[in-house]
């Protein structure tokens, strides 16, 4: 079955303990992406990668940092969390950017920073 | 840089009643695409719109897209409860960046 998955789907963590969220997909998609949902904002683009070893940055990159040394994997790193960090992610994969194909989202991963 | 603006963010309707959700872009999109996020879940693939002047239907609900394509709009006839959810819109533009509007979460009252 095609999906992004996403793990952990909860984390409570408290501040400056750095965290990792994995996110794979199976569909041999070029073009993966981070975003991060908060109340009465949407969904905010965190980073993005076009493919392996390719990333930049995308709205509201502070604090985080991803990789991209595989094509099926993206995962999301919070350094040092800080409770502003506290949200629903979600990673979403798609074929390259410029072909005009939906995302596909991961179940989300809900962190609390205490 | 590119925004996409969607009205309203909330919308309440009694179960039977039509909705509608806007998104107007700061520039002109290559295409947009419009998503469904149930609660508690992740957005779903709904459609895309790519043609100026273009008009989809699937089912109960219709896309349009803006002759200028720069606005769009999601139309449901005759809610039902399974409708409830957050509908986005994400536009494309000129350097293929898809932009989220902040989306519309609509409820049904049964």
């Known amino acids: 079955e095609a999906q992004v998955t996403q793990n952990p789907r909860y984390l409570i963590t408290v501040t400056g303990k750095k965290l990792t969220v994995t996110c794979s997909q199976n569909?041999?998609?070029?073009?993966m992406s981070w975003y991060r949902q908060d109340p009465g904002l949407g969904l905010r683009q965190i980073y993005y990668s076009m493919n392996v070893e390719v990333t930049d940055k995308g709205d509201v990159p502070e604090g985080y940092k991803v990789s991209r040394k595989e094509k099926r994997n993206f995962p999301l790193i919070l350094e040092s969390p800080s409770p502003n960090q506290t949200s629903l992610y979600f990673c979403?994969?798609?074929?390259?950017?410029?072909?005009?194909?939906?995302?596909?989202f991961g179940d989300g991963t809900r962190l609390s920073i205490l | 840089g590119q925004q996409v603006m969607q009205i309203p963010q909330y919308q309440h309707v009694q179960e039977g009643e039509d909705f509608t959700t806007y998104c107007n872009s700061s520039?002109?999109?290559?295409?947009i695409q419009w998503y469904k996020q149930r609660p508690g879940g992740h957005p779903v693939f709904l459609i895309q719109?790519?043609?100026?002047?273009e008009v989809k239907k699937q089912k109960r609900l219709t896309f349009q897209f803006g002759e200028a394509k720069k606005n769009s709009s999601l139309h449901i006839t005759a809610t039902q409860t399974t409708d409830v959810g957050t509908y986005f819109c994400a536009g494309r533009g000129s350097n293929y960046k898809l932009t989220f509007g902040k989306g519309t979460l609509l409820t049904v009252n049964p």
């Open positions: 979403a994969s798609s074929w390259g950017l410029n072909s005009n194909q939906p995302q596909h």
């Open positions: 719109l790519v043609k100026s002047g």
């Open positions: 569909m041999n998609h070029e073009y």
């Open positions: 520039t002109t999109l290559s295409n």
